[in-house]
């Protein structure tokens, strides 16, 4: 499906420059309190309202992007980082190497991430490192799953049996043949996991574990509105919906990623 | 230790406003059966209570559903702050103020036991016994109970107290039976117009009429309501919702302040709005640089906009006071105007003490209040030039332990709701790290000073406190009582340790 590669790709490189754009610019201070214009409607000058401490919705909206993709590449990039070796080598090392670490990650995946996170803001104090951390960790088995099975596949090749005919050595063959035809199952896995993680910390936030106040999170943006549903459901709708269409956005991305590069898929073409 | 142990007890029982946002999300429905009739009254409430033994079990979740409904004390505090008869009619107190004759009515526990000099006696040597909660501290000051007669007990104190008789309308002054303490944690045994019927964990108390409490010998104006469910919601918006639903008929107290409108655009409900003794206190570390500085806390107290603060945080809903001192104590005089809002003046005064720019922590505990507030206070002092780093920290273990016990921080912000906590400035071991001779000396002559002196010195406390800007008094948290318009007596401010069914009727009945 190229429909999907495509929506996903505009989802999120709408939100991609929109976090960009925030670096440099955002209509006005998304933490400038001033209560003389708490919870207005949308007007000309705050296009989405203002929240109950008077501050500019679309502001804060704009900067809580920057925190979803910082928390996302963060975590996702530091459970490919360690995840993807760990599957590699859990296929190429000693079998009881193999089962060593398969079945460490089992443990892991069998250990809530959002509790994982919760513990650690208990020790650490609640901020984005350590949901990003509690993420990153909680997700580096679905990697290490993923680079074993595509290691296992590509070890069976032909040309892989011929280098090893010609007396090439295993971390050669890691890394001239297993990681170049791999990677494509991890970008999809990338995507995957990054929709996860945008969740996750949406999911912290609200709970009060993730991001700390002021900066701005589309979690907490949640949270604040909570009690605010009966009054005005447009708190709640905005930062809900921005984090569905990245949600939506990263799975779409991967799937139409997915269509293009897994092997596995390869028959079906 | 005394001062600080009670002090502990008064932010355990600030976990009442903990619970809503600890459990936020996770909405249990409120299923006890009980045959709801004109005679049943439902209340919402939000902390539920672990068992119903007050003398061993601290928070203020059992004094809310049992004082003054299950046990009665010998003299209560009514809604203004005045101290008024209970189970004593009257009371004597001897010109050197240290020996007090209560004079006692007629009443019966409901066991059927009768109500006598020796249980008044038997109580309060009970409370410096065999209680374990730190509140017990308040009976130190009683040398001896003496039963004169009957009716007639004499409490004598080893000196002078102006804080004792008000201690009495706490939990401390519940009034026991000897036959009666025997399961104190399942089956509590009182004098007052309701004996609990049954208890659903997780979801509501029911109490019913004692039967025992008016007699045709002894009668005694019942309350209206002849069954009363305590319903418990974890979550604000659940128990906002069971008001709206018809599954209660009063909320306690409510926890999402912007949710009120929609109650008061609602003529089937009657919003009432009173104080309560929680005050919300910004803290300064005064005893970490900078903050050991007054300039700096000066400085700081004229940066934070309170008046815009208690708008955006709280909707606007409660009360500036300045001092650590609520409107129903009698010392009461409104500090809210000693630092104006002035920015100017505050980077002034920083740059006179050598701070143009200055980072400062500030770790709130993890309620809604104090993480609203904190947003606030951040903004505002951006302007002068601080920039404030927030840490929510976990409520009540993590906050209790960095904040409260360690004193690792610069500056917090927590309610402390316990009546008279401005005494807690004369301990410098306290989290506040404020020392002061003066205060200390003040609040010792202060409770054994004739009353009309005790006035005048805890007013001097209070402005010596300001003076200082030991703290920054933020607001008074109110008391946000919501009803169904035919329920009627209902109180708008929080005094007592009790939420007071006593004087509760329907709309139309006597």
């Known amino acids: ?269 | 230790m005394a001062t600080r142990r009670s002090a502990l007890s008064a932010l355990v029982s600030a976990t009442v406003l903990a619970a809503p946002l600890a459990l936020a999300g996770c909405t249990a429905g409120s299923t006890a059966m009980v045959g709801a009739g004109p005679s049943t009254l439902a209340v919402g409430l939000t902390a539920e209570p672990q068992n119903f033994d007050f003398t061993t079990t601290d928070g203020a979740a059992i004094p809310q559903a049992l004082l003054y409904n299950v046990y009665e004390t010998l003299v209560k505090v009514d809604s203004d702050g005045e101290i008024t008869a209970g189970l004593a009619e009257s009371w004597d107190v001897s010109d050197d103020r240290t020996v007090y004759d209560f004079h006692l009515r007629e009443a019966t526990f409901s066991n059927g036991e009768p109500f006598t000099a020796s249980d008044v006696k038997f109580s309060i040597e009970r409370v410096q016994q065999d209680w374990t909660i730190s509140l017990k501290s308040g009976m130190d000051v009683v040398e001896r109970v003496e039963v004169v007669g009957d009716h007639h007990a004499r409490v004598v104190l080893r000196r002078p107290s102006n804080s004792w008789l008000r201690a009495m309308t706490t939990r401390i002054g519940a009034m026991f039976d000897p036959a009666g303490v025997a399961d104190l944690a399942n089956d509590p045994v009182g004098t007052g117009p309701y004996d609990v019927a049954s208890r659903r964990r997780g979801d509501s108390v029911v109490l019913t009429r004692n039967a025992e409490y008016s007699t045709p010998e002894n009668p005694r104006p019942r309350p209206g309501y002849r069954t009363v469910v305590l319903k418990y919601y974890a979550d604000a918006t659940a128990l906002n919702n069971a008001l709206l639903s018809g599954g209660i008929d009063v909320i306690s107290g409510v926890t999402a302040p912007d949710s009120v409108p929609q109650f008061e655009a609602d003529n089937r409900f009657r919003v009432l709005q009173g104080t309560t003794n929680g005050e919300v206190v910004l803290a300064y570390n005064n005893r970490r640089a900078p903050l050991d500085d007054v300039r700096v806390r000066k400085a700081l107290t004229y940066a934070i906009d309170r008046k815009a603060l208690l708008e955006a945080a709280w909707g606007g809903r409660g009360k500036l006071i300045g001092s650590m001192v609520p409107p129903t104590d009698p010392w009461f005089e409104d500090l809210s105007g000693a630092y104006p809002y002035d920015p100017d003046r505050a980077r002034r005064l920083l740059r006179e003490a050598g701070h143009e720019s200055l980072r400062l922590d500030l770790r709130v505990a993890n309620l809604p209040y104090a993480v609203s507030s904190a947003q606030v206070i951040a903004s505002h002092l951006k302007k002068v030039g601080v920039t404030v780093d927030i840490e929510p920290l976990d409520f009540p273990a993590v906050w209790l332990q960095q904040v409260f016990t360690d004193a690792d921080y610069d500056m917090s912000i927590v309610q402390h709701v316990e009546p008279q906590d401005i005494t807690t400035f004369g301990d410098p071991g306290f989290y506040w790290g404020y020392d002061s001779d003066r205060v200390q000396r003040l609040l010792t002559e202060a409770d054994t000073a004739p009353p009309r002196e005790y006035i005048a010195d805890m007013r001097k406390v209070a402005r010596t406190l300001s003076d200082a800007a030991a703290a920054n008094w933020l607001f008074l948290f109110p008391n946000i009582v919501v009803a169904k318009k035919e329920v009627r007596g209902l109180h708008a401010n929080q005094v007592s340790e009790s939420f007071d069914l006593t004087g509760l009727r329907r709309q139309g009945t006597s």
Do not use: C
Request: aromatic share 6%; no cysteine; glycine share 10%.
């Open chain 1, 1 to 269: 499906m190229r429909g999907n590669l495509v929506v996903g790709a505009a989802l999120v490189g709408l939100v991609v420059v929109t976090a960009l754009v925030s670096l440099l610019w955002t209509p006005l201070d998304p933490q400038a309190v001033d209560a003389s214009v708490r919870l207005l409607g949308p007007t000309p000058e705050h296009l989405l309202g203002t929240d109950k401490f008077g501050r500019d919705v679309f502001s804060q909206l704009m900067v809580g992007a920057q925190t979803t993709l910082y928390v996302g590449i963060i975590a996702v990039g530091l459970a490919a980082a360690v995840g993807v070796p760990l599957g590699v080598l859990a296929a190429m090392g000693p079998r009881w190497l193999g089962e060593l670490v398969m079945r460490t990650s089992d443990l892991v995946l069998a250990f809530p991430a959002l509790l994982l996170a919760i513990m650690l803001a208990a020790v650490y104090g609640a901020s984005t490192l350590t949901a990003m951390i509690a993420i990153g960790v909680a997700t580096v088995p679905a990697f290490a799953r993923v680079a074993r099975a595509g290691t296992l596949q590509v070890l069976s090749r032909e040309y892989t049996l011929a280098a090893r005919a010609g007396g090439r050595s295993r971390w050669w063959i890691a890394w001239r043949h297993v990681l170049p035809n791999i990677s494509g199952m991890v970008v999809v896995q990338a995507s995957v996991s990054f929709a996860m993680a945008v969740l996750a910390e949406a999911a912290l936030s609200f709970l009060g574990f993730g991001t700390a106040p002021p900066t701005p999170s589309w979690g907490r943006m949640l949270q604040e509105s909570q009690e605010l549903l009966a009054v005005d459901a447009r708190l709640a709708l905005v930062p809900g919906l921005a984090i569905a269409a990245v949600v939506l956005g990263f799975n779409l991305l991967g799937d139409g990623l997915r269509d293009r590069f897994d092997p596995r898929l390869e028959a079906r073409r």
